[in-house]
């Protein structure tokens, strides 16, 4: 499989992950990000959000690195 194909797709799924792990927090924690207007619960439910999807991409690249670096500069990619 292409290197890139592998990046952008473990990138998408650990993203993807990671902002539904942050919105299940919310969720747990009683912040409604859905809900009306823009008060600190909706704001802070936002911030897990995107906490949860940043952080679920940093795994996916640490998750990818020892696996497909090696593997790249065998081949002179990088």
Do not use: T
């Not at 969720?27 to 999807?53: C, E, K, M, N």
């Amino acid at each position: 499989m292409h290197p890139l194909l592998i990046e952008g797709l473990s990138d998408a799924v650990g993203f993807a992950g990671g902002a539904l792990v942050g919105y299940w927090a919310s969720v747990l924690l009683g912040l409604d990000i859905f809900g009306q207007g823009d008060g600190a619960g909706q704001l802070a439910g936002i911030a897990l959000v995107g906490a949860g999807g940043g952080g679920g991409l940093q795994l996916a690249r640490r998750w990818r690195s020892p696996r497909w670096g090696l593997a790249r500069r065998e081949r002179g990619d990088e």
